[in-house]
């Protein structure tokens, strides 16, 4: 059982390239969420998407787009990348009134 | 809107004892949940402890325990019996029954000492 996997696990992107983060999950969970994660500072919600083909934003959603592509995967894209989104990026699931939250392993995101 | 505050950014503790990490929750709504997270210097998210609003008894998994004190708002994690590998940053989170995303509180790095 593998749980919620991301790829890449570290990227490094110059200012300007777009580039997508892929996030899947095998726990049959309907909610799936994109996190980010600043030095300092706890994790905050970028988009989340409560079931298949539905997405909503969270509290920082500027700058990225997301795809709920089917139950299993929800991907984040960065159209055009700048310096401010230098971060670790977390990609988690959840059942729809679950008690836990699952987290991927994270991917560490550096943008010159 | 909800609000997680972690006053502790660090914190130390001698192996064997018990260790307390505070948290503050702020709210209007009725019913939430609340959770704790373990992130070791590997960078993962680890599920520790979760605690219903609704909840009569203190949440208790293992030496992982809940201090709910719902007038005063705070969720405060017990550590008990610290050991070497507890050392990492930890992290309390709330949910608004309704709500599938998470809030979290800034975190509070525990260093545990030999």
């Known amino acids: 059982n593998a749980g919620v996997t991301q790829t890449p696990k570290f990227q490094v992107l110059k200012t300007g390239q777009s580039m997508t983060l892929q996030c899947a999950q095998d726990m049959n969970h309907n909610s799936m969420y994109w996190y980010r994660q600043d030095p300092g500072m706890g994790l905050r919600l970028i988009y989340y998407?409560?079931?298949?083909?539905?997405?909503d934003k969270g509290e920082v959603p500027n700058g990225y787009n997301v795809s709920r592509l089917n139950k299993r995967e929800f991907s984040l894209r960065l159209e055009s990348a700048a310096p401010s989104q230098t971060s670790v990026y977390f990609c988690a699931s959840s059942i729809a009134s679950g008690r836990a939250t699952y987290f991927g392993p994270g991917t560490r995101l550096t943008v010159l | 809107a909800q609000k997680i505050t972690q006053t502790q950014p660090g914190m130390f503790v001698q192996e064997k004892e018990a260790v307390t990490l505070d948290c503050t929750y702020d709210t209007s709504d009725p019913s939430y949940g609340l959770f704790w997270y373990k992130q070791p210097s590997s960078g993962e998210m680890i599920f520790l402890i979760y605690?219903?609003?609704?909840?009569?008894q203190n949440a208790t998994e293992g030496r992982y325990s809940l201090n709910f004190q719902k007038a005063r708002k705070s969720a405060n994690l017990v550590i008990s019996a610290s050991q070497l590998g507890d050392s990492a940053m930890y992290f309390c989170?709330?949910?608004?029954?309704?709500?599938?995303?998470?809030?979290f509180g800034s975190g509070t790095r525990l260093q545990v000492q030999p």
């Open positions: 605690q219903g609003s609704y909840d009569q």
């Open positions: 989170a709330m949910r608004l029954t309704g709500r599938r995303a998470l809030t």
């Open positions: 998407s409560a079931s298949e083909g539905t997405t």
